[in-house]
């Protein structure tokens, strides 16, 4: 029934026939490990590959080079970094230029904007010739059905340029939304979930943005300024994953460990860190890296099989679902979604200060399918400005807001 699903959702952008026997691929996503630090690898059922942060200084060519190499991996699609910390940019360098910067296919994607570390100096010289700045909201198609979405960037919307040193580099984290069917995997860096002297609180927002997920790649490494309770009770993952290794900083913290064995997650960690312990029968430390594999309606974490939709607390069954293509947009934008409730589905369009643009009218497609398209224009009929604007789709029991980009 999923894969049907999926053939109509990709069948509408004319790619058609060729999805029924892709989806008896897997999604992958690895995230390897690279001590105290984050790397991960998507690849998409069609081999569409995004490597997302590579780790410290060193990690590059130690860890995941060699990785790249056991995978066959002489290219990829995308390189993308969280933001521009050491441990997650360090060895970025290192993997562009063992590649060549002509085996990076698409674009190197980041926050824009700069950083004064020599890490970065090295990282920005690399990635110089297809670098890129993503866009909040934009969603880069993987193949076979895998979409990953930006839903933050420089704050998400609550900070004000320049997003330099002015802010902590947590509170800047380009934050990602993978979406493969009915599953949904986030992973968002550092990104700040408090407010204090250092920190902004932008996982609340987020969270909003991305609701019930499957598996969530923990912010900060489990520190206590992160995994907000906004944020994990929203997102309510199945399972957690924590990349970790030595450090002085007390990660994985006890409080964000036992808040997400609260809500229900079972914890994978890379390595046993220096803070707090996951309860026993709550998840494990796997002292290495960590593979998840998607195929229809199941997922794989190391060799556990977690079933969607009917596991734990999060029923993805139950969720209302949105898709956007294409986003970026210039002539219209389409929107795909389930309908749970057809009579009492709404779609609206806002900008980002809340002012109504547009509604849209939902006309139904094959079974438990919703097709809507806006020509980009208000209520009044004219042209709006290029820029973010958002959509609300709500029925009576759940709501989804994601930005859409105007060109
Ligand atoms: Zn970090």
């Known amino acids: 029934m999923r894969i049907g699903k999926i053939s109509l959702v990709v069948g509408f952008v004319g ?4 999805v029924a026997s892709s989806c008896q691929a897997d999604l992958e996503i690895h995230i390897l490990d690279v001590g105290q630090g984050d790397c991960t690898l998507i690849i998409s059922p069609t081999g569409g590959t995004f490597l997302f942060d590579a780790g410290w200084n060193g990690k590059g060519d130690g860890v995941v080079c060699p990785y790249l190499d056991d995978l066959g991996l002489t290219a990829l699609d995308y390189i993308g970094c969280s933001h521009y910390h050491a441990d997650h940019i360090g060895g970025i360098d290192e993997v562009i230029n063992y590649l060549g910067i002509d085996s990076i296919r698409v674009a190197v ?11 970065y100096d090295d990282y920005a010289a690399a990635a110089a010739p297809k670098r890129q700045t ?3 909201g934009q969603v880069i198609d993987l193949g076979g059905g895998v979409t990953v979405t930006c839903v933050a960037v420089n704050g998400n919307g609550q900070l004000s340029p320049p997003y330099d040193d002015t802010y902590n580099e947590n509170d800047l984290c380009v934050a990602l939304l993978v979406e493969y069917g009915e599953f949904d995997f986030f992973v968002a860096g550092d990104l700040s979930g408090v407010n204090s002297s250092y920190y902004h609180d932008i996982e609340t927002s987020v969270a909003a943005e991305v ?3 499957e598996i969530y790649r923990v912010d900060h490494h489990g520190s206590a300024s992160n995994s907000n309770v906004n944020l994990v009770s929203t997102l309510q993952p199945e399972v957690s994953i924590i990349s970790v290794g030595d450090n002085s900083y007390g990660h994985p913290t ?3 460990i036992d808040r997400l064995v609260a809500y229900g997650t079972y914890i994978y960690q890379t390595e046993l860190g220096s803070g707090g312990t996951i309860p026993s029968g709550h998840g494990e430390v796997v002292n290495g890296h960590i593979l998840i594999r998607v195929n229809g309606g199941q997922y794989v974490v190391n060799g556990d099989v977690y079933s969607l939709g009917s596991s734990g607390i999060a029923r993805s069954d139950d969720a209302l679902k949105l898709r956007i293509f294409p986003n970026p947009f210039e002539a219209c934008v389409h929107f795909e979604s389930n309908l749970r409730q057809p009579d009492a589905l709404e779609v609206a369009i806002y900008t980002v200060e809340g002012r109504l643009v547009q509604l849209i009218e939902p006309s139904t497609g094959r079974t438990g399918t919703a097709i809507m398209t806006w020509d980009g224009r208000t ?6 400005s290029p820029g973010i604007y958002i959509i609300r789709l709500s029925d009576d029991s759940h709501v989804i807001s994601r930005k859409i980009v105007k060109r």
């Open 134 to 136: 993503i866009l909040d």
């Open 254 to 256: 006890q409080t964000v």
């Open 109 to 119: 994607l980041d926050r824009g904007w700069s950083y004064t570390t020599a890490t």
């Open 15 to 18: 790619i058609g026939l060729m």
């Open 379 to 384: 209520r009044g009929g004219g042209e709006v």
């Open 211 to 213: 609701g019930d997920i």
